[in-house]
């Protein structure tokens, strides 16, 4: 039940890729922190697409609650 409650949380998230997920918790979490590592080294494949601070904190919300789990 908590991959569920933290899938559902993740598919609501802006950015991630859903594809081939193992469907582990710690997956999920390495997708939305790639997600912050590509922002944070500038290399958005669209740089006019870069991500907003509302999106930015989100994933680190999800990121923060769900490592670890």
């Known amino acids: 039940m908590t991959y569920e409650k933290a899938k559902a ?7 991630v890729n859903a594809d081939d997920l193992d469907g582990t918790i710690d997956h999920l979490v390495y997708r939305a922190q790639h997600e912050l590592d590509l922002e944070d080294e500038g290399e958005n494949e ?16 999800f990121v923060n609650k769900w490592k670890g789990k």
């Open 46 to 61: 669209y740089i006019d697409f870069s991500m907003t601070k509302t999106e930015y904190a989100t994933l680190t919300k």
């Open 9 to 15: 949380e993740f598919d609501r998230l802006p950015r």
